[in-house]
């Protein structure tokens, strides 16, 4: 019996090795091409066309802002999107959505200034940065807005999307440049740190 046995799965071997053909080990010159070219890092995306594009999508979110169109500005936001605004609350597409509805918040004259844009290597992903200055009224209290946004962006079926973002408020003068030391060009630096 164990002869027959031995005899079936040494014919079942022969049989499956002549139906794969070329055993995988033979390396020809045209597999070496072809595994070459399968193994090659992805082309690099054109960064700057990624970040025009970006910079278009924050252009066209910053007026729908202005016009307080919450259909618009819902359209930006990634169904999973989160902000954590000024005051360290945790925000979704759907408050905000329902924030410019109902009238809660509005804006006048926002302004997206200083933008900086990391791209990721693939084109499909980006971290946005900028300075954000306008009038913006909460609960009916108006109040000029100055504060940095930092966004996560990425592209999906449907464009750009905001999937992330942190609002800081800057307090005691205008920031610094990119480059200079804090309080290098503000009546501010005068003050102790406790001051300011």
């Excluded at 080990?25 to 595994?35: F, L, P, V």
């Excluded at 290597?121 to 940095?148: C, L, Q, W």
């Amino acid at each position: 019996m164990s002869k027959r046995l031995f005899a079936f799965v040494l014919t079942a071997a022969l049989a499956l090795a002549t139906a794969c053909g070329e055993p995988a080990t033979t390396n020809t010159t045209a597999n070496k091409a072809a595994n070459t070219a399968g193994n090659a890092a992805p082309k690099a995306a054109d960064t700057a066309a990624v970040e025009a594009g970006v910079k278009k999508m924050i252009a066209d979110f910053e007026a729908a802002l202005n016009k307080n169109d919450a259909d618009a500005v819902g359209k930006f936001y990634r169904d999973d999107y989160e902000l954590i605004d000024q005051n360290g609350q945790i925000q979704t597409k759907a408050s905000r959505v329902e924030q410019i509805k109902s009238g809660k918040i509005k804006w006048d004259g926002l302004k997206f200034s200083d933008l900086k844009a990391m791209i990721h290597p693939s084109g499909d992903g980006a971290v946005m940065t900028a300075r954000a200055n306008g009038k913006v009224t909460i609960d009916g209290r108006s109040e000029e807005r100055n504060s940095y946004v930092t966004w996560v962006i990425v592209k999906d079926k449907d464009g750009w999307k905001f999937v992330k973002a942190q609002i800081t408020d800057i307090k005691g003068g205008t920031p610094p440049a990119s480059g200079e030391k804090p309080g290098a060009n503000s009546a501010e630096s005068d003050k102790a740190p406790a001051d300011r």
